[in-house]
């Protein structure tokens, strides 16, 4: 299983935005069930203005639960 391009450049884009000290983390509602979400962001600006343009957010509980690796 290969990780596509577009999983790649949004990593790169959230470890400059880690490098640069422009993360953040936001606390937001999921748009389907308006559960909170702990949402982890990359921050810019435009002029005065701060741009979030978010990347996931944190599993909640245990995330070992949450996921399994890969089937070889």
């Known amino acids: 299983m ?3 391009d ?3 450049a949004n ?3 959230l470890l ?3 490098a640069d000290g422009n993360l953040a983390l936001l606390e937001c509602a999921d748009a389907e069930t308006g559960a909170v979400r ?3 962001c990359a921050v810019g ?3 005065e203005e701060f741009l979030f343009t978010p990347f996931g ?3 909640d509980g245990n995330s070992y639960d949450a996921y399994r690796p890969p089937e070889p």
Do not use: E, G
């Open 38 to 40: 702990y949402v982890i």
């Open 6 to 8: 577009h999983a790649r």
């Open 2 to 4: 290969s990780i596509p």
């Open 57 to 59: 957010h944190l599993a």
């Open 16 to 18: 400059r935005a880690a």
């Open 11 to 13: 990593f790169q884009t």
């Open 45 to 47: 600006r435009d002029d």
